[in-house]
C-alpha cells in the first residue's frame, strides 16, 4: 500500500512561486511504468490533471494550462516529487492532490484521474489578485 503525503500549499500573490512535495511511502517504485501525477481541484470544479512524471526516466507532461509555468521533478532517493510552481495566476487556486499510477495497461500521459491508484490528502493553494 502506497501512502502519499503532500505539503508545501499555502497563499502567494498573482505572480508569486510555490513549490509543493508529494512524500511517497510503502509499495514498490521499480516498476518501469510506474509514474507521479498532480491535480487540481478548484471550488464547484472537477479534478484537472496538471502533470506527471514517470519515477524511472524523469519523463515529464504538463496540461497546456500549466505549461512554461510549472515543473515537476523527482528525487527517487527520498521518494518525494515536486511541483514548481512560477508566474502563478488566481485561477491556479485550487487543491492540489498528488496521484500514483502503476502505468502499466494505462495511456500515458496518463491524463485521467481513473488511471491512479493512490492519493494524497491535497494541499490548499490560493493566489490572491
Known amino acids: 500500500q502506497v501512502q502519499l503525503v503532500e505539503s508545501g500549499g499555502g497563499l502567494v500573490q498573482t505572480g508569486g512561486s510555490l513549490r509543493l512535495s508529494c512524500a511517497a511511502s510503502?509499495?514498490?517504485?521499480?516498476?518501469?511504468?510506474?509514474?507521479m501525477g498532480w491535480f487540481r481541484q478548484a471550488p464547484g470544479k472537477e479534478r484537472e490533471f496538471a502533470g506527471v512524471?514517470?519515477?524511472?526516466?524523469?519523463?515529464?507532461s504538463y496540461a497546456d494550462s500549466v505549461k512554461g509555468r510549472f515543473t515537476i521533478s523527482r528525487d527517487n532517493a527520498k521518494k518525494t516529487v515536486y511541483l514548481q510552481m512560477t508566474s502563478l495566476k488566481p485561477e491556479d487556486t485550487a487543491v492540489y492532490y498528488c496521484?500514483?499510477?502503476?502505468?502499466?495497461?494505462?495511456?500515458?500521459?496518463?491524463?485521467?484521474?481513473?488511471?491512479?491508484?493512490?492519493w494524497g490528502q491535497g494541499t490548499q493553494v490560493t493566489v490572491s489578485s
Open positions: 496521484a500514483a499510477t502503476r502505468g502499466a495497461g494505462r495511456s500515458w500521459p496518463y491524463f485521467f484521474a481513473y488511471e491512479y491508484d493512490y
Open positions: 512524471i514517470t519515477w524511472r526516466g524523469g519523463i515529464t
Open positions: 510503502g509499495g514498490t517504485f521499480s516498476n518501469y511504468d510506474m509514474a
